[in-house]
């Protein structure tokens, strides 16, 4: 990918959010006398919503917040547009500081450049689906031709074709969100931020429209921060995932990362139950060839089955089950590594293999 | 005297005088001695009233119960209207000249009522916006709707002397109050989830106001202007007191000879109108769901003449 890809769109600097009537003090205190939450709700009566985040979003990057209700997330996405004020701290969207800007170009940012999706859905149940779904350029005053093209744009984008005249209460709970992703993708923005969207649809239709935003997000190649309390969905959809706690981010990384390195005992509680089948990969829990050469037998080596690094143990384990022998890593024809039974069933429990470097019983 | 009265401590109200009431008073005087500075504004409204209820009045009967009987159709569907046909006819039919007395009586309610609307509207969107405003304006609001109409009657027929001038004046103060305080709710219940999704897709405050706040709150609004609406009826009988005509002198002249069937007559003209009001306003707050969806032209007589239109074309 070209470098121009790969930059920042939106990035975080030190966030800060205290809600509360003396906010600016304890916001002086934390800085001065670095004050814990407690002690700020003590001495100032305040609330920390959000605690120092500092996070940078690629462009085209799924970047997930995944945190418990009360977290913290959705004060820290509402950031991202200034529907909140932060504290302290700023945002920058390619490069704008968005804290910065009067309020037409806010209004202008917020109207062309980032979409929005709530987990209320927040559609208007005065207007149509159609309607509800250009009005970010409506109130843009767009030409009537250009919403009526968008509209069955966005509309058909999300499999709504033909409900265009109806509204909002007459559509189920799936279809009203699908609405409200037709809203958000309508004017083209470059960003999307998704609040729990999916999170108030029953499992069914969530694991559908996941597939349907997944779809979309690979045609349309935005840059999104996806809000999320299910790790499972964080896990499905994100490229990258950030774990919040109480206001903090406690952990930034690639889903195998959050699941292979947890931070601290809160991430790794969390990813416990998490199957690693599809996350782990060869590289992670192999033995370097050279190390295994020196302690093992490496007879008939051609017989061995051959996986790639970045293979994920679901494809280790159909390779194993046909064999009796090691599975060879190999990284463009140069033989990286060596992943034995013991260090796959290990991978598979989430536990490191203790014995890898001892010779391996068989 | 109050001088004379010595002081007492388990007393102490006795002995102190304010003289609230004479200095009252002497405002008064001085807004009397000044009156003419209202002349204008009072042959203003005069003109305004007197030209609504001589339209009102030269309309034949037959037509105008057709035509209220008509947008008590598009307003609130086919059995309403059928509703309000009898309750005209019932009107009309009390006694020979209840129908005259009667659009006059609409033509001060419907005047009174528009005021109401001019102003209350404004002030309500405003104490629904800002928790202060709504803090300053409530006691206002509970004074007008709870002080005697005998305490305001008089300073204001001393300024602007009798007529319906006065009349409009005594009912706006009497019926304003919930129209203002159903517009502050209505704004208020809108669902802040709406309201901030307008504002994340770019809506300036006042999009949001004109495309979000006032249409959802309209059911809550229209249901104040109900109210305001019955409250400006039930003034009808106080405001002939200060020479206004139509069904309420018709009430306080029965009353002052002990003319029992003529109060009734008055009485029951103004429940009358009452109820065809009040159905027609109640029609018109149907949320979209319970219209099915259509739009009003969609509906009613205005939909069937789209409709013959559409298929003769």
Redesign the interface.
Known sequence: MTKSAREDVIRCEGIWKIFGRRSRQAMEAVRSEGLSKTAIREQFDCVVGVQDASFSVKRGEIFCIMGLSGSGKSTLIRHI?R?IEPTSGSVFIEGQNVNEMNARDL??????R???V?Q?M?????RTVRDNVV??L???GRPEEERARVAAQAIEAVDLTGWES??P??LSGGMQQRVGLA?AIA?DPTIL?MDEPFSALDPLIRKQLQTTFMALSAELHKTTVFITHDLDEAIRIGDRIAIMKDGVLVQIGTPEEIVTEPADDYVADFVAGISKLDLVSAARIMQPFEQYRRTRPTDGIEAWPVARPDDKLNRLVDLAVGTDHPILVKDADKVVGVVGKRALLRGIQGREDATACQAEAV | MAGETTFSLLDPFRSIDLDIDGRTDGIKQWAIANRTALQPIKSFFDGLIGWIENLMQSIPPTVMLLLIVLVAWQAAGGRVALVVAVALVALGLLSPDAWSLAMTTLAIVNAAVALCVIIGLPLGVLAGKSDRFEAAVRPFLDTMQTIPAFVYLVPVVMLLGIGNVSGVIVTIIFALPPLVRLTSLGIRSVNPGVVEAARAFGATPRQILFKVELPLATPTILAGLNQTIMLSLSMVVIASMISVKGLGNEVLRAMGRLDAGKAIVGGLGIVILAIVLDRVTQGLGRSGRARNHRHWWQEGPVGLVMRLFHKSA
């Open positions: 547009n529907l209004r202008a940012l917020r109207a062309q980032i979409g929005m709530f209320s927040a559609l208007m149940p005065h009005f970010s409506e109130v843009r109806k509204y209460d007459e809203r004017a931020l």
